[in-house]
Nanobody
Framework: QVQLVESGGGLVQAGDSLRLSCAAS????????MGWFRQAPGKEREFVAA????????RYADSVLGRFTISADNAKNMMYLQMNSLKPEDTAVYYC??????????????????WGQGTQVTVSS
């Protein structure tokens, strides 16, 4: 019912910045929460940030708090992740995700039925 496509990943050096984008389509009017997750090779997928589709009520993982900023523009069916002061440990495939239920269990992948294909972020030291 909802399709998501990420873009904006790339290869950068430590301390650099990137802005990831997530384009939503389909029944976007049903979206309640959007989130960003990341997964390094051989590691579990982990929560990065979340936001309500209408904006506000942001949540961040402790590891990115103060460096990353999540935002959404539902009028344009877009979500963004501004990543500053990137570190090598930020290297991962970054995924956008969405759910429609009116709840706020934002850190658990099991509660997000809609996922993008992922975009690679590589940070060299």
């Amino acid at each position: 019912q909802v399709q998501l496509v990420e873009s904006g990943g790339g290869l950068v050096q430590a301390g650099d910045s990137l802005r990831l984008s997530c384009a939503a389509s389909g029944q976007t009017f049903t979206i309640y929460r959007m989130g960003w997750f990341r997964q390094a090779p051989g590691k579990e997928r982990e929560f990065v940030a979340a936001i309500r589709w209408t904006g506000g009520s942001t949540r961040y993982a402790d590891s990115v708090l103060g460096r990353f900023t999540i935002s959404a523009d539902n009028a344009k069916n877009m979500m963004y992740l501004q990543m500053n002061s990137l570190k090598p440990e930020d290297t991962a495939v970054y995924y956008c995700a969405a759910y429609t239920g009116i709840y706020d269990i934002v850190v658990d992948t099991s509660f997000y039925p809609y996922w993008g294909q992922g975009t690679q972020v590589t940070v060299s030291s």
